[in-house]
């Protein structure tokens, strides 16, 4: 009910009437924001007749009565105020340089226009290319054996790495993972593990420690690689490498990720169009700025 | 993990090892600065074992959120969020989506779990309206705001349907509630979502929602209800909610709620309170509460049904105030104190000890003299909530905590709440936090199981690493050893647990490991926060640094205060760099004070070495001076669950 398209938005699936109701919207939206109200000239103000019975519901849901003659009159009155000075602020240009009215016009315009026209079924031969096309995205993550040796360089200063690569010209010799436990600085990082998940690896030494460990040969001492907390010596004994899981396996998520694609793609397109009505000039500031817009 | 392999792995270890181990190994040995290489060839012969034998205990915690509200929380769909809960699971797997303002979005890291929580009132009447479903719109009032966000004054009619909800005159006959086809679509939408993002061992979607009570003009009250459960059984029951004639704001009659599920379902489900700090005094009581004493009856429920506290969020921290713990220097930390939640009544200083996580902790211990039991006897989580349908916690990667704050070059100076009573700035929304669980596995009854018995810990949106144990025999060398988790598991109890029967001339030491977060900031210090009460009855507190980074070079002054670990902010570059604090500590402290008979609590609490703040990073993007009371760095922290020491048995 919240993902997908909403009932009015299903029936406005055809592109052309998509575009059709776009505009409009874009009309309405400008006329809108321009000084006079739909159905009303420059210099008119018209409250219409559902308008104040709007007024009148309103009044009486919070109050458990209808309004009084007088009262209905004061909200009236309290409309055409806010009409008139609505209109001699916008006359004054008072919105332009508003923070709150830019976000909020934004905000309305992209409630409007969001999630207007999207497919939502998609035939088994698009999801399979889309499978394709995102190899990468549909693997079984790859799993890691490995024990590991910190040096680190809080205890040891700059000599760390000197340990270390000492302590692996020794383990090298000793031809076996076996002597580790008395080597390097205790840590409580687990010092073994079997069988264990890339990310769950990634989520205790961190993504670049695992890519390199990725790339070890089993069976050896290695290293030693970085990581947070220091150098690690690594005796990596097994690893699985990622394999693509089967399109049977991953459909719904193909399939979700597809309409989630389209729905980015629908709704980047509506901005797309609109900016085609624009030339757009930004130039360079005066001063050198002060390293505004880097990524983050 | 898994247990089969392990043993196979052990076996063959085992077959090829001619001696016995040596005893001494077992426990793990201490070599911090070198090894003698003759004995390599020694150790080959007798040294091939798995550390992983036997071993029953996580080996990390798993991070995830308890707190988040999707377009299908009443208040967060009206005020644009237009992500649902497929969106929330998705981007907590660590997939980019598109926010509601149109802007990617990514985390780092995925998380391991997450509960969404929309607030069970009205539930998904927003997502239902705005799609224009007809049973709502034959209500003229309802028409009229459809047709008034078809005109495109969707802002306006957003301000008309909050309004009238919280002034009570929201048409109750189109409202989403218990009982109505809506309301029942809506939770099995939510069920269901849950269902196919839940993937055990890899990543859990909890089941839950938010019990929004909010008492007078907005006291906050509100818990977040969290189910071990699958669908099959949450959906045999509609949500507790707040308004009548279904719902009620007190929360005893929640409690009732989880009683007649439970019973009716044969499942589990719990409660977690958050931001005590809105409550205006409300949310911890010691006298009474909607006119009934605090009883016998009121403490054996509450501890029955909320074992664990939200601490810290997006809406400031609740671990205590500088005012009810002037001697804590690390207390005046992303504080909010000016009002309830909605800003509509002031603060006042004889509330603040009924709203602080540690002054709860304080007077539960003076209740259960009262009463037996103790009602604030809670373990310790931080989460996000996050209106925006996906968690929001990384200080360069903050999107706010509704869509009015989605990045954009002017939220650094614009309001978030103002009102007569005063306003609170966008800046003052923290990016913050995460709940750490040592749950054995990555399912939902290994973590419900874990958040039961309180083995969690909070942190404000990084991902250290907190052990924390407590004894009657740990020694400093436990502190030294390879497996200080083994130690701690074999020799005490963990985060969560109870200390009893003290033996004679003994006081309870304790063994804390913090690793820093592994792409995040080092560490400052560890600390160990003891409360207690007194033998008049008062209730007292104490704060001990037990470890800390650059111990080479820093130590405690003639004061006994260790000095501040140095800033390498760049605030302009939005940058800092780990060349101060360490990136681990542990330590073994014993309670230099201990009165066998009286009660007390220990925390830990492990703080960061300073880091840019979001508003910094906000700045340096958008290319933005703020104000000068913007706080543009910030010291990231973690706070564990108590253990409680209690005289006698």
Redo the contacts between chains.
Sequence with gaps: ???GP????RLLREPLLHFLILGA?IF??LS?TGPAETGASDGQIVISGPEVE?MA??WA??WQRPPSEAELAGMIHEAVREQVLYREALALGLDRDD??VR??L???????T??LAYDTSPDDATLRAYYDLRADRYVQPARL?FRHILF?P???GPSAKA?AMQ?LA??Q???????A?????????????????A??A??????E?VAALLDLEPGRWAGPIA????LHLVWLSDKTLGTRRPFAEVR?QVK?DWI?HQR?VA?EAV?RTLLERYEVVVEPPEAP???????? | MRPSKFRTFVLAAIAVCPFAMPASAQQGIADPHGHDPADLDRLNQVAPYSPNAGRNFPDRPLFGETHLHTTLSFDAGTFGARLGPRDAYRFAKGEEIVSNTGQPVRLARPLDFTVVTDHSDNMGFFAEFSAGNPDILVNAQAKGWYDLMQSGKGAEAAVQIITSFSNGTFPTEIMSQPGTKLYRDTWKDIIAAAEEANAPGRFTALIGYEWTSQVGTGDNLHRNVIYRDGGDLAVQMDPMVTLPPHGSQDPVELWKWMGAYEQKTGGDVLAIAHNGNLSNGLMFPTIEQFGKPIDAGYVTERAKWERLYEITQTKGTGETHPNLSPNDEFADFEIWDKGNLTMTVAKTPEMLQHEYARSALLNGMILETRFGTNPYKFGLVGSTDSHLGFSSFEEDNFFGKTVSMEPDPERIGAPFVRTPVGTISEWEVGASGLAAVWATENTRASIFDAMERKETYATTGTRMTVRFFGGWDFEPEDGNTRRPAQTGYSKGVPMGGDLTNAPEGKAPSFLVAALKDPIGANLDRVQIIKGWIDAEGNPRESVHDVAWGDAGTRQPGADGKLPPVGSTVNVAEASYTNTIGDPELIAVWTDPDFDPTLKAFYYARVIEIPTPRWTAYDARYFGRTPADDVRMTITERAYTSPIWYTPGG
């Design positions: 009910m919240a993902i909403s009932l009015p938005k919207l309405g939206f809108e709007r519901v309103a849901q919070r923070v709150v976000r909020h934004r905000q309305k315009y992209e409630f409007v969001q999630d054996s680190s809080t205890r040891r340990d302590a020794d383990l010799r000793a031809k076996g993972p076996q002597a436990d008395m080597l390097g600085d205790a840590t409580s990082l687990p010092s073994g593990f079997e069988d264990l998940g990310q769950e990634e989520a205790m030494f961190g993504p420690f990581s947070g907390y220091g719904q979700d989630y980015t709704n901005y700025s002060a390293g505004a817009g880097g990524g983050s």
